[in-house]
Structures are given as C-alpha cells and as structure tokens.
C-alpha cells in the first residue's frame, strides 16, 4: 500500500499534469501563465522532475482558480484527502500563482528578462517535504516560516540567481512570492472545504472577513498609493513622476549633528536598505529637513516604490500628519482613526496579522494638529512613535517599520529629548549633478528654450543670490 509521501509524489509527477492537459479545468479567468511560471512548477515537482519534465501546453493554461481544483481533484482520486495531503498541494500550486502574480507587477524590463529565462534543470535536487498535522495547521497560519515554504524558497532563489539576478534581487522576489502564498493559498483551502471533509468548516466564515481585507487593502494600494506619483503638479499638465528626480541626504547622528564618518547617500536607497537590515527593525526612518527640500514628494515617490517593489514583504500606508484630528494617547489607536479603512476598521488585529507588515510613512511632523500646536505635543508624539517601533521589533505579529519626515526647524526645542531610536538623515540642497537631470526631465514637459531661459536666469550675475539658493530645493522648481 502505498504511503501518503507516495501518493503525493505519484499525483504531483503524473496526475497533475494529466489534469492540466484538459482545458476544462484550466481555463479560470486570468493571465495566461508564462514559461517561467512552468519551469518552476518543474522545479517544485508539479509537472514531473527537472530531469524528466512532462510537458504541458501553455496556450489557456492559468494557475489562477486551480489550486482549489487540484485539491478537489486529489480527493477523487485517493477517496479522502488529509489536512496535511491538502496543504501540500495548496502550498505547491499557490506559490506558483503567486509567482506568477508577482512576475505580472514586475516593471523593469531587464529584471523581467532575467526572471523569464528561468529553467527547472538549474534547480538544485529536491527534498520533498513530508509535513505532519501540526506543521499544515502552521502554514495555514503562516506559511512562509514553514519547512515548505524553506525549500520552496531554496529552490526558486537558487534557479533566479542561475538567471543573471544580482543574490539581493533573487532574494527579494522569492520572499515577495513566499509572502504572497498564504492569501492564495488559504483561499483554495477556504474553497475546496465544500466538498473536502477534512477541510471542511477550517475557516468557516473567517476566509470571507479574509478576503473583504485582501480586497480592501488591493483598492487601497490602487487608488492612494499608485495614484500619487501619477498626481498633477500643482497646476500643471506634468506628474511628480514626470519631473521628480532622486534626493540626496546626510546621516546625522543621535543628537542630530552631521555624522563625519559617513558620506551623503541616496535618499531612496537608504531607506530601503534600512527596511531589509534586520538589525536595525528598531529604529524609525527620520527623514528632516528644511522647506521645499522634497520630503512629501519623496513620501509619495517612496510608497509607491514599495507597492511595486516590494509589497507584500511590506505594505505601504501613506498618512499626512496634518490630517489627523485626533491623537490618542496610545500611537496605535491614533493610526487605526487615521488610517480609516476597512482592513484596519473592521479588524480589531489588524496589527499583529504577522502575515502583513505595514510601512507607516508620517509626512510632515511639524505640521501635527495638537493641543496649540505646542513642542510638548510633538516630542509627546515622537516618544509614542519610537515607543511603538520598539514594541514592533519585540513583538514577531508585528514587525511593521515607520518613516517619518518633517522640518529640521520644529526639533530646536526638543532635541534633547528625542528617542533614542531614529535612524536620522536631513535631505541635501540639489547639487549639480541632481540639478541637470531635474532639467533634463522639466525640458521633456516645457521645452527645450523654456529650459535654456531659466537656466540663464540663474547664471545671470543679476541673479540675487536667494533665487540661486531656492534653485536648489525641490519645491522651487515644482
């Protein structure tokens, strides 16, 4: 009699590729699945082994909606289906949707073709993994701090990095993969519960109070977060996007003096290191400066970076300071008043939902709408903002990060006071360098001669001295 491993190995090497072969059970609405999506599904075992892959035609082949399918189709071939047989299809199948999912929101054309030319022989030996009941349960809690979802991971990163990906780059797509799993892979158990009795009543109602939060996160990382760098300028006809140029900025250090020992850096860079060092989960991202420098524009400019780059590892939550009218004195209840959306409203634990971790970016510290306005209430404010990222990287259903911008004037009176754990920079004037491409990009909205004016404007030896400053700041030039 064969053995569950057995059986699981028998169904993901043969049946399944004889089940995808049926256009029937292939044809769910979505993006046709591409050739790298099935060389991983080799590489995972899906379609037979790297050495001996069965092949399958990809014209009208989907992942989207199959993993529920398989996990129907696994019980009608072996009669019942365990909790453990149905996670391990789950998991195998949904990491190659998510996969997939992922792949569609890459951008950069060199990364996609890197990732495109993927192959299953490059994929180091399998070790087909053997869960038990308590394990299943685990990753159907958590999925990527599964063995499962270690392996997947080993095998994708390796075969990424075989590809031409930098080792940064590979390990940044596979965990946005192993972090994306769990939504689609709950979601087919949720399904497939209808007709499977050991999975039957699992989420009961509790997936669709997980699906209405997925959704309500999606509409709002489509209409508040990918909007903004598509955003008039004022009165323009041009974006931010279209005009916006990378900001340089300077480590300061505790007492927020210029640090000697390290050289200006780039803004965006900075912070996304600074997010992916996990030494460092207990410092806020401080972001000063004076006016004009940039720092909403970088805050609009920055989380719809993360959105494309990075999310689901870290979903971006944009929130101006001035807009909050109430402050709690608790920072927790302060960003689910202002936050103010049905993932965070209808949600009690929306903070330590360990399979999201949220990006706080506070714009404009300065311009907090407290009690007269007073520094007591900002230095009050900024406590409860270290306070809370300490508790973040104590807490592992937490781990979320804030970035927070404001002007380098409204910290005189309370500098000694300020927590201990701010990762501080205060954004630089543009240089030359930053200056040339500003106007390399305003010249492509305006005109060349528009251009070739305003830039012998400022080297007019009439030019007060003030306008060549206010040259330098992002706002002037907006």
Request: glycine share 6%; hydrophobic share 40%.
């Amino acid at each position: 009699m064969a053995t569950k491993l057995e059986k699981l190995r028998n169904f993901f090497t043969k049946d399944i590729p004889d089940f995808l072969k049926k256009p029937a059970n292939t044809t769910e609405t979505g993006a046709e699945v591409s050739k790298a999506s099935l060389e991983l599904a080799v590489a995972l075992g899906l379609l037979g082994t790297p050495f001996a892959p069965v092949g399958v035609a990809v014209a009208g082949l989907s992942f989207v909606g199959l993993t529920a399918k398989a996990i129907k189709f696994y019980q009608e071939k072996t009669g019942e289906a365990s909790l453990e047989e149905c996670v391990s299809i789950a998991a195998r199948v949904a990491y190659v949707e998510s996969f997939e999912r992922i792949l569609n929101t890459i951008e950069d054309k060199n990364l996609l073709a890197k990732v495109g030319t993927i192959h299953a022989g490059e994929a180091v030996a399998e070790r087909f993994i053997d869960i038990n009941e308590e394990e299943a349960r685990k990753a159907i809690t958590c999925f990527r701090e599964t063995k499962l979802a270690q392996e997947f991971n080993r095998q994708l990163s390796y075969i990424l990095k075989v590809a031409g990906l930098s080792p940064t780059e590979a390990e940044t797509f596979t965990q946005r993969v192993a972090w994306n799993t769990q939504r689609y892979m709950n979601q087919a158990l949720a399904e497939a519960g209808d007709t499977v009795k050991n999975l039957a009543g699992l989420f009961r109602d509790g997936w669709r109070k997980e699906l209405e939060k997925y959704q309500s996160l999606d509409e709002y990382l489509e209409k508040q977060i990918a909007t903004k760098p598509r955003e008039k300028v004022f009165a323009e006809q041009f974006t931010f996007k279209n005009i916006y140029v990378p900001l340089q900025a300077q480590p300061l250090d505790t007492n927020g003096q210029k640090d000697n020992e390290k050289q200006p850096v780039d803004l965006e860079t900075w912070a996304k290191d600074l997010l992916q060092e996990s030494d460092k989960q207990d410092k806020v991202l401080f972001i000063q400066g004076g006016p004009g420098r940039g720092k909403s524009v970088f805050c609009r400019m920055f989380a719809d970076l993360v959105r494309r780059n990075l999310y689901p590892i870290w979903t971006p939550i944009l929130i101006r300071l001035r807009d909050i009218r109430t402050f709690e004195k608790n920072f927790e209840n302060t960003i689910s008043q202002a936050v103010d959306r049905d993932f965070a409203k209808n949600d009690d634990g929306w903070l330590t939902d360990q399979n999201i971790r949220y990006l706080f970016l506070l714009d404009g510290f300065d311009e907090l709408l407290m009690e007269k306005r007073t520094s007591d209430g900002l230095e009050e404010f900024l406590k409860q903002v270290g306070g809370f990222q300490e508790s973040c990287q104590r807490n592992p259903e937490k781990g979320h990060r804030v970035l927070i911008t404001g002007r380098t004037l409204a910290l005189q009176s309370i500098e000694r006071n300020m927590p201990a754990n701010l990762e501080r920079v205060e954004i630089l004037p543009m240089d030359e360098g930053i200056q040339e491409q500003w106007f390399e990009k305003w010249s492509a909205q305006v005109g060349k001669d528009k251009t070739l004016v305003f830039q012998q404007f400022l080297q007019n030896q009439n030019c007060p001295d003030r306008v060549r400053e206010l040259a330098e700041e992002q706002k002037f030039k907006f």
